[in-house]
């Protein structure tokens, strides 16, 4: 018997058909185990049967908790609410559709015995869409570049964290929350241990095209301000070339007089620089956005009910 206590985070929006299924799954394997843990599910506003069920779980097991939001604010802001309200010596992150499997809970709390403050589930990308797994490995390979915090390709939320790791990530207060980013950031000795990726359980991945897209441009953002000075250098270097091209023209114009059709050149910069500028007014834009939602100072969510102590 270990006795450390752990608790086993679940976000979950939207997945009446599963809540049951990990409680279960999660129930067996830690049955094999033998520790002190609770199962909390944090109800991300879903609109169906998912918090009746939560519910249900929590009147038969004393061990199931639960935080529900008035609506759908993200899982972003349900990993928040969970880990404030989680009170376990370690904290294991686990979505709600059965992808990431029960079986590794025992690698990862060997890592947290070895004494390592986050212990990571890394995955392969089988049964991803070929265009997804493409689109990710590109952007992995990129952001690496950009940003400041390594970002790992196939090394999600599913992990565990140390009661020390979880205050860190406490401490960052910030209004977008690009966790994958935070658990980078907040450093400590880390252990990854590797798994193969599973087709969802039941219902759909929550996550659109756009959704990622966003998600993306979330990352690269929340992390630096590399890409304002992209916007900077590449302006200046358009100014620069511009202004040798308007010399050269204006030689060659003192030269040979004026000459009429120039109607292509000037279209075809105008167009480019219009293009240049657009790009970076909605990069400054990104951040003056941020920093507009950070000043209204709203908080990240809002508990329709729960059967914890009260939010910190
Ligand atoms: N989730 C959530 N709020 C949301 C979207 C998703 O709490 O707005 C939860 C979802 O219920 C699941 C986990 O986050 O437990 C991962 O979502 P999903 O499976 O849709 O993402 P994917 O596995 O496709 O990355
Ligand atoms: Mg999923």
């Given at each position: 018997?270990?006795?450390?206590?752990?608790?086993?985070?679940?976000?979950?929006?939207?997945?009446?058909?599963?809540?049951?299924?990990?409680?279960?799954?999660?129930?067996?394997?830690?049955?094999?185990?033998?520790?002190?843990?609770?199962?909390?599910?944090?109800?991300?506003?879903?609109?169906?049967?998912?918090?009746?069920?939560?519910?249900?779980?929590?009147?038969?097991?004393?061990?199931?908790?639960?935080?529900?939001?008035?609506?759908?604010?993200?899982?972003?802001?349900?990993?928040?609410?969970?880990?404030?309200?989680?009170?376990?010596?370690?904290?294991?992150?686990?979505?709600?559709?059965?992808?990431?499997?029960?079986?590794?809970?025992?690698?990862?709390?060997?890592?947290?015995?070895?004494?390592?403050?986050?212990?990571?589930?890394?995955?392969?990308?089988?049964?991803?869409?070929?265009?997804?797994?493409?689109?990710?490995?590109?952007?992995?390979?990129?952001?690496?570049?950009?940003?400041?915090?390594?970002?790992?390709?196939?090394?999600?939320?599913?992990?565990?964290?140390?009661?020390?790791?979880?205050?860190?990530?406490?401490?960052?207060?910030?209004g977008n929350?690009?966790?994958?980013?935070?658990?980078?950031?907040?450093?400590?000795?880390?252990?990854?241990?590797?798994?193969?990726?599973?087709?969802?359980?039941?219902?759909?991945?929550?996550?659109?095209?756009?959704?990622?897209?966003?998600?993306?441009i979330?990352?690269?953002v929340?992390?630096?301000?590399?890409?304002?000075?992209?916007?900077?250098?590449?302006?200046?270097?358009?100014?620069?070339?511009?202004?040798?091209?308007?010399?050269?023209?204006?030689?060659?114009?003192?030269?040979?007089?004026?000459?009429?059709?120039?109607?292509?050149?000037?279209?075809?910069?105008?167009?480019?620089?219009?293009?240049?500028?657009?790009?970076?007014?909605g990069i400054i834009g990104e951040y003056v956005g941020r920093i507009y939602a950070e000043?209204?100072?709203?908080?990240?969510?809002?508990?329709?009910?729960?059967?914890?102590?009260?939010?910190?």
């Amino acid at each position: 018997m270990n006795d450390a206590y752990y608790s086993f985070l679940i976000p979950s929006y939207n997945e009446s058909d599963n809540i049951q299924l990990i409680h279960e799954a999660l129930k067996e394997e830690l049955g094999k185990i033998n520790c002190n843990y609770e199962i909390l599910f944090v109800d991300d506003g879903s609109e169906d049967d998912t918090f009746k069920k939560i519910h249900q779980l929590a009147k038969d097991h004393p061990s199931v908790k639960y935080v529900s939001f008035t609506r759908n604010f993200g899982k972003e802001a349900a990993l928040l609410a969970g880990l404030r309200h989680a009170r376990g010596d370690a904290v294991i992150i686990m979505d709600a559709d059965l992808q990431h499997p029960t079986y590794l809970i025992g690698n990862l709390i060997e890592g947290f015995e070895e004494g390592f403050d986050q212990v990571v589930a890394k995955r392969n990308r089988d049964g991803d869409s070929r265009m997804r797994s493409f689109l990710s490995k590109i952007y992995y390979k990129w952001i690496d570049q950009v940003v400041d915090v390594k970002l790992k390709d196939g090394e999600g939320d599913f992990r565990l964290l140390s009661r020390k790791a979880v205050e860190a990530v406490l401490e960052l207060s910030e209004g977008n929350r690009f966790s994958k980013g935070l658990f980078s950031w907040i450093g400590f000795d880390q252990k990854t241990v590797y798994y193969r990726n599973h087709i969802r359980g039941n219902g759909d991945s929550k996550w659109s095209y756009k959704k990622l897209i966003n998600y993306g441009i979330e990352g690269i953002v929340s992390f630096n301000q590399k890409p304002l000075r992209v916007c900077l250098y590449g302006g200046l270097i358009i100014m620069f070339l511009a202004l040798l091209y308007i010399f050269v023209m204006l030689v060659e114009i003192i030269r040979t007089g004026i000459d009429v059709p120039g109607y292509f050149s000037i279209i075809s910069s105008v167009l480019f620089l219009g293009g240049v500028q657009l790009v970076s007014l909605g990069i400054i834009g990104e951040y003056v956005g941020r920093i507009y939602a950070e000043t209204k100072r709203r908080p990240h969510y809002l508990i329709r009910d729960s059967n914890m102590d009260r939010d910190l």
